[in-house]
């Protein structure tokens, strides 16, 4: 028999335990994701120019039109962020759990 404390069961409590060091490290491997993603954009931030400059013919003029690297990087950019996104909400113990969109659009609200 499982005695009854506080409104939880003992069970409950001790398994408890074991599931916090989980939610630790989750904690810690999100915010290390996202601590790599905003250095590697910053990363590649920083190169766009130098490799633009480093693109030059031989005779020091650019065989494109320099503007649109910068159009192509924010294009790749909103890209990127989409699928960052969709990846971290189809992860969502929410979405999971309730298995339709109806909460990830309750989140989308909430942010609007």
């Given at each position: 028999?499982?005695?009854?404390?506080?409104?939880?069961?003992?069970?409950?409590?001790?398994?408890?335990?074991?599931?916090?060091?989980?939610?630790?490290?989750?904690?810690?491997?999100?915010?290390?994701?996202?601590?790599?993603?905003?250095?590697?954009?910053?990363?590649?931030?920083?190169?766009?120019?130098?490799?633009?400059?480093?693109?030059?013919?031989?005779?020091?003029k650019?065989?494109?039109?320099?503007?649109?690297?910068?159009?192509?990087?924010?294009?790749?950019?909103?890209?990127?962020?989409?699928?960052?996104?969709?990846?971290?909400?189809?992860?969502s113990?929410?979405?999971?759990?309730?298995?339709?969109?109806?909460?990830?659009?309750?989140?989308l609200?909430?942010?609007?």
């Open positions: 028999m499982v005695a009854a404390m506080n409104g939880l069961t003992l069970s409950k409590v001790a398994f408890g335990a074991y599931a916090e060091p989980k939610k630790q490290a989750e904690a810690m491997r999100n915010k290390s994701f996202k601590i790599a993603l905003v250095a590697s954009d910053c990363l590649l931030l920083g190169l766009q120019p130098v490799l633009v400059h480093l693109s030059k013919n031989s005779s020091g650019f065989s494109f039109n320099p503007v649109s690297v910068n159009l192509m990087v924010e294009v790749c950019k909103v890209i990127f962020a989409l699928v960052v996104l969709l990846c971290l909400v189809s992860s113990p929410v979405v999971k759990a309730a298995g339709d969109l109806a909460p990830m659009a309750l989140q609200e909430l942010i609007v």
